[in-house]
T-cell receptor
Framework: KAGVTQTPRYLIKTRGQQVTLSCSPI?????VSWYQQTPGQGLQFLFEYFSETQRNKGNFPGRFSGRQFSNSRSEMNVSTLELGDSALYLCASSFKSGGSADTQYFGPGTRLTVL | AQSVTQLGSHVSVSEGALVLLRCNYSSSVPPYLFWYVQYPNQGLQLLLKYTTGATLVKGINGFEAEFKKSETSFHLTKPSAHMSDAAEYFCAALSGGYQKVTFGTGTKLQVIP
C-alpha cells in the first residue's frame, strides 16, 4: 500500500501570496489531519477532515482553511501569507475518526518558505 | 486544555547505553498516549501507543513505554541505543474526542559511538 503523499515537497512564496498544499491519504483512509511544525511552536494541530466534513479545528486564524474531496484527498490553503507561516506542514491519515486513537500515518510534509 | 511536557530538548547517550526519554501529560482523565519518531526531512512514524489495558507498551525498534497514571507519565525507554536511533522523538496525547492530538516539544536524541 502506498503511504501518505504530499505535494509539493518544497514551496517558496512571498508575503501576501496564497498557497495550496495537497495530501493524498492511504487508500481506504477517510480521516485526514493537518499539522504545522515550526522550531518555535513545535507541532500544532490545524484541522481534521473526515468524510468531507471538518471535524475539529486548532487555534489558527481564518487564513488557514482546508477541504476534503470525495476520494478523501485533502487540500489546505493559506491566504495572505506571512513570514511566520514558514513551516513544515504535515498531513496524517487514519481509517477512523472520532477519538478512536486510530493510528495516524504521516506524510513527509511540505516545506513552505515565505520570503 | 491538554498539555504534554517532554523533559530535555536534547539527550545524548552512548551506543549500547539505556535510552530514557521523559514525557508527562496533564489531564485528570488519562488520554490516549503516543510516541513518534521523526528523522530529518521526513514525517512522523508511530513507535507505540497506549489506549487501555496493559500499562507497559512495546513498540517497534525495541522501544517500550510505561503508562503511570499516578505520575501522569509515559516515559520511553530502550535498553541499548543504536546509532540509527538518532532522531527527534515526540510524545503526544489524544483526548477530548476526534483526532485533535497535542504534541510535546520533542527531544532530539544523539547517539555517541
Amino acid at each position: 500500500k502506498a503511504g501518505v503523499t504530499q505535494t509539493p515537497r518544497y514551496l517558496i512564496k512571498t508575503r501576501g501570496q496564497q498557497v495550496t498544499l495537497s495530501c493524498s491519504p492511504i487508500s481506504g483512509h477517510r480521516s485526514v489531519s493537518w499539522y504545522q511544525q515550526t522550531p518555535g511552536q513545535g507541532l500544532q494541530f490545524l484541522f481534521e477532515y473526515f468524510s468531507e466534513t471538518q471535524r475539529n479545528k486548532g487555534n489558527f486564524p481564518g487564513r488557514f482553511s482546508g477541504r476534503q474531496f470525495s476520494n478523501s484527498r485533502s487540500e489546505m490553503n493559506v491566504s495572505t501569507l506571512e513570514l511566520g507561516d514558514s513551516a513544515l506542514y504535515l498531513c496524517a491519515s487514519s481509517f477512523k475518526s472520532g477519538g478512536s486513537a486510530d493510528t495516524q500515518y504521516f506524510g513527509p510534509g511540505t516545506r513552505l518558505t515565505v520570503l | 486544555a491538554q498539555s504534554v511536557t517532554q523533559l530535555g530538548s536534547h539527550v545524548s547517550v552512548s551506543e549500547g547505553a539505556l535510552v530514557l526519554l521523559r514525557c508527562n501529560y496533564s489531564s485528570s482523565v488519562p488520554p490516549y498516549l503516543f510516541w513518534y519518531v521523526q528523522y530529518p526531512n521526513q514525517g512522523l512514524q508511530l513507535l507505540l501507543k497506549y489506549t487501555t489495558g496493559a500499562t507497559l507498551v512495546k513498540g517497534i525498534n525495541g522501544f517500550e513505554a510505561e503508562f503511570k497514571k499516578s505520575e501522569t507519565s509515559f516515559h520511553l525507554t530502550k535498553p541499548s541505543a543504536h546509532m540509527s536511533d538518532a532522531a527527534e522523538y515526540f510524545c503526544a496525547a489524544l483526548s477530548g474526542g476526534y483526532q485533535k492530538v497535542t504534541f510535546g516539544t520533542g527531544t532530539k536524541l544523539q547517539v555517541i559511538p
